[in-house]
């Protein structure tokens, strides 16, 4: 009986070991953070926070804001299925190229658009917060939260005027 405990235990710990190794690998932590410069920790995702550095949205919105829903419980819960999804697929290599948006993402993108915009899409006759109803936000307005992905140069945000001569 006690081999069985030391076998599970010593099972556990290598369990345990690796994903702590994997979580620092990673840099689990940052992924808990609003900063946007975690999102590009994954080489993939370069491209998209290069353009959205030069987006109209630089200003008034970072990653979380957009991609994630703005309740404590969801947010988390969305990061810990998307942080689930993203590492398997980056340890798998089996992740589409160009990247691209999961329709539960996009729903989660498209409530957070008509709730920010709430007073400017109020007298829209279809307020719709799912394409399955109506046109996503991004259908007309694509460039938006990304920009073209080369030649734009948008405004700095407040915390990046630190060390600007």
Same mark, same amino acid.
């Given at each position: 009986?006690?081999?069985?405990?030391?076998?599970?235990?010593?099972?556990?710990?290598?369990?345990?070991?690796?994903?702590?190794?994997?979580?620092?690998?990673?840099?689990?932590?940052?992924?808990?953070?609003?900063?946007?410069?975690?999102?590009?920790?994954?080489?993939?995702?370069?491209?998209?926070?290069?353009?959205?550095?030069?987006?109209?949205?630089?200003?008034?919105?970072?990653?979380?804001?957009?991609?994630?829903?703005?309740?404590?419980?969801?947010?988390?819960?969305?990061?810990?299925?998307?942080?689930?999804?993203?590492?398997?697929?980056?340890?798998?290599?089996?992740?589409?190229?160009?990247?691209?948006?999961?329709?539960?993402? #996009?729903?989660?993108?498209?409530?957070? /658009? &008509?709730? =920010? %915009? @709430?007073?400017?899409?109020?007298?829209?006759?279809?307020?719709?917060? #799912?394409?399955?109803?109506?046109?996503? /936000? &991004?259908? =007309? %307005? @694509?460039?938006?939260?990304?920009?073209?992905?080369?030649?734009?140069?948008?405004?700095?945000?407040?915390?990046?005027?630190?060390?600007?001569?």
């Amino acid at each position: 009986m006690s081999r069985y405990i030391v076998l599970i235990g010593v099972v556990g710990a290598v369990f345990v070991g690796i994903g702590a190794f994997t979580f620092t690998y990673g840099e689990g932590l940052s992924y808990f953070s609003k900063d946007p410069e975690a999102c590009q920790n994954c080489h993939i995702m370069r491209q998209q926070f290069d353009s959205w550095q030069k987006a109209g949205h630089h200003t008034a919105a970072t990653c979380v804001d957009c991609h994630l829903p703005h309740d404590f419980v969801g947010k988390y819960l969305a990061k810990a299925e998307n942080g689930y999804n993203h590492s398997k697929a980056f340890t798998l290599q089996d992740f589409h190229e160009p990247i691209k948006i999961t329709p539960k993402n #996009s729903r989660i993108l498209q409530n957070n /658009c &008509v709730e =920010c %915009h @709430a007073v400017m899409v109020a007298n829209l006759q279809d307020q719709s917060r #799912s394409s399955a109803d109506g046109l996503e /936000c &991004v259908h =007309c %307005h @694509a460039n938006v939260g990304h920009g073209e992905t080369a030649g734009l140069g948008g405004p700095l945000r407040s915390e990046e005027y630190e060390g600007v001569d």
